[in-house]
């Protein structure tokens, strides 16, 4: 260890995805999401697991930290709140009273609140150094100082900071210049939250529910079309560069506890706001497709601004509508740019990878130094376990399974499985930073296999029938079945399967029922082929994920198909699982077939004196 080496703790807290990240000068070393760790998705408590298994990790002690770096600016925030309700007072007035309480005790004294907790971990007073950059710097810092390019135009997107939804910066070398800001409360993140809980989903967790409804939509329909209309005309306008006024008449984030004025958006759209139990219908599909497409003409026109006012010709975003893959994949399609590049912990867990960043580069004024291939490790962060601690749990466990000591013999049994139409939990080495599942704690199956979408949803996510899945698949052969031109190691951009896969649909599919729509083979590869023939792609080569690089070949060599199916392993509810306890319980109360624990593979068929706990995560 270098003693003149500086390490940075950056972390995020009490709003929602609670981290914790860990720079040595300008590497990172880990990061983790508080929700692995405590099993509460979106956990926003202080992040002291996370901390202390940095710190384990990286094998220093307290007393090396240098600087905290915190995620935002908690005085802004109390501003923006304090003024949002003098604008609604007295409507407000109930909301402020409940929240007020929170802000005395703990956040408007943040720093002095941090270094409690901090002391409580043992953090001598020297290292309690703690700084707060604005939330939207925060996100710029996470999307530009990784990112391979010497200078780019950063665009961050999200509900709200301390006053900023969206930002457009530059940045070069080691330095980030703010060029605009759009300010609360007109929030593109929050006017597409406002849809999702129209739709009966919950906000700030099933905006990806209604990004994956949308395609459901027949985009010929005169219904969606007029409903794209009458949200242009009285929700939202646009202007050239991107930002957008909300008519505040519609919305009731200011001082409700609602997204939406219930009686405006029934006037206007003909019926209520879904109950999350009530079965989704097609106005509520319309209406879906409606909110995206407006979505996305916002963010091209955001970008195009980036672009053309900085100059650049490589383009970074983060923020949590930067995980908008839909979106992300128009950005590609159009060819805006020559290089584009997303934070993949683009919501507020990637803040205290910037905030630690910010330290570095811009308080610390270091030189930035890039690579050929961005600074992330392939998002593969996370805490991993040996092979004898998987295996003392399993003896603890009394688990059945069988050992595979030959990784080659590994991937020949778990591909033959796989064909035979086995879902497969897989679990090996670093557990993924960011809301992904990157081929280290995934649920795999046969993309081209018809039943895996329904019987995934249905007896292992348990989560709704429609929801689609992505593909996993050599990057060598992306080009063969996607109309997509570059990499993509984490997930985040949606392409189309090429024509000479697709099977021939005709107006009536469009036309027909969801359900009509699910039951209908769509391609050669019906479980990771949306309605609308796209696909959310991650992309695995032999440097980024050697193992899942070498099962895929297997699969491919033996049964013809460079992809399979790959989900997060966790059901609905649940974060992804971080242990092989985590993954051993997960597996016990779901109908996958296989689960692969490093060299063990355990049959779910074998498990039978096993007594399966039933926790009870909350649906998101």
């Known amino acids: 260890m270098n003693g003149n080496d500086i390490y ?40 002291k697991q996370s901390i202390l298994w940095c710190l384990k990790h990286a094998n220093i002690k307290a007393h090396q930290i240098e600087a905290i770096a915190f995620y935002d600016k908690p005085i802004l925030k109390f501003e923006r709140i304090i003024e949002t ?35 409580e971990i043992d953090f001598p007073e020297q290292s309690l150094k703690i700084i707060f950059p604005e939330h939207h710097l925060s996100h710029a810092a996470s999307a530009f100082y990784p990112s391979p390019f010497k200078e780019a135009a950063i665009l961050t997107i999200d509900g709200v900071g301390e006053w900023a939804t969206a930002s457009i910066f530059y940045g070069k070398n080691n330095s980030i210049e703010s060029i605009k800001q759009m300010n609360f409360p007109h929030s593109l993140g929050l006017f597409y939250s406002a849809f999702t809980y129209y739709c009966g989903f919950k906000v700030n967790s099933g905006e990806y529910k209604l990004m994956g409804l949308a395609p459901y939509c027949d985009p010929n329909s005169y219904i969606a079309l007029n409903m794209i209309k009458t949200i242009e005309k009285n929700l939202i306008k646009i202007h050239d560069d991107g930002s957008i006024q909300l008519n505040m008449k519609y919305f009731d984030f200011l001082s409700g506890s609602l997204m939406t004025k219930n009686s405006k958006w029934i006037k206007l759209f003909g019926f209520k706001p879904r109950n999350s139990k009530e079965q989704i219908e097609d106005h509520h599909i319309y209406l879906a497709y409606a909110c995206q497409k407006v979505l996305e003409k916002a963010v091209l026109k955001m970008a195009q601004y980036a672009l053309n006012i900085t100059q650049s010709k490589n383009l970074v975003l983060s923020g949590g509508v930067a995980l908008n893959c839909v979106s992300n994949g128009k ?50 962060l996370g805490p991993s376990f040996t092979q004898s601690e998987i295996d003392l749990f399993l003896h603890k466990s009394k688990a059945v399974y069988t050992e595979i000591k030959d990784f080659d013999s590994l991937t020949t049994q778990v591909s033959s499985l796989i064909n035979k139409g086995n879902i497969i939990a897989w679990f090996q080495d670093e557990m993924e930073w960011g809301p992904r599942a990157l081929g280290n704690r995934s649920i795999l199956a046969d993309a081209q296999n018809q039943e895996i979408q329904k019987k995934i949803n249905l007896s292992v996510k348990f989560r709704e029938d429609f929801r689609p899945f992505a593909p996993i698949i050599l990057e060598e052969y992306k080009d063969e079945y996607f109309n997509f031109k570059n ?39 019906p479980a990771i082929t949306h309605i609308d023939f796209s696909a959310r792609i991650q992309t695995v080569s032999s440097e980024s994920n050697p193992k899942m690089h070498k099962l895929l070949s297997k699969f491919y060599k033996d049964f013809g198909s460079p992809m399979l199916v790959n989900t997060s392993f966790n059901v609905r509810g649940e974060p992804i699982v971080l242990s092989p306890k985590d993954a051993y319980s997960c597996f016990l109360r779901t109908k996958i077939d296989y689960l692969i624990l490093g060299n063990k593979l355990l049959k779910r068929v074998e498990q039978k004196n096993q007594k399966i706990q039933r926790t009870r995560f909350a649906l998101d």
């Open 8 to 47: 940075t703790l950056g972390i995020c807290a009490f709003y929602h995805d609670s981290a914790a990240v860990l720079l040595k000068n300008d590497e990172i070393l880990c990061a983790v999401q508080e929700e692995r760790f405590t099993r509460i998705k979106h956990d926003a408590s202080f992040p």
């Open 85 to 119: 309700l003098l604008y609604t007072f007295p409507k407000g007035y109930k909301n402020f009273i409940q929240s007020m309480p929170k802000w005395v005790k703990h956040k408007l004294f943040l720093k002095a609140h941090l270094k409690s907790l901090f002391r």
């Open 331 to 380: 950005l590609q399609e159009l060819n805006l740019c020559k290089n584009i590049w997303i934070q993949p912990a683009s919501n507020d867990s990637g803040g205290a990878l910037g905030a630690a960043f910010c330290y570095w580069y811009i308080y610390k004024n270091k030189k930035r130094f890039t690579q050929q291939n961005d600074q992330m490790k392939y998002s593969l």
């Open 487 to 525: 990499s993509s190691p984490y997930m985040l951009f949606t392409c189309k399967l090429k024509e000479k896969y697709r099977n021939k649909l005709d107006k009536k599919f469009y036309q027909s029922s969801m359900q009509n729509k699910l039951e209908i083979k769509k391609s050669k590869f």
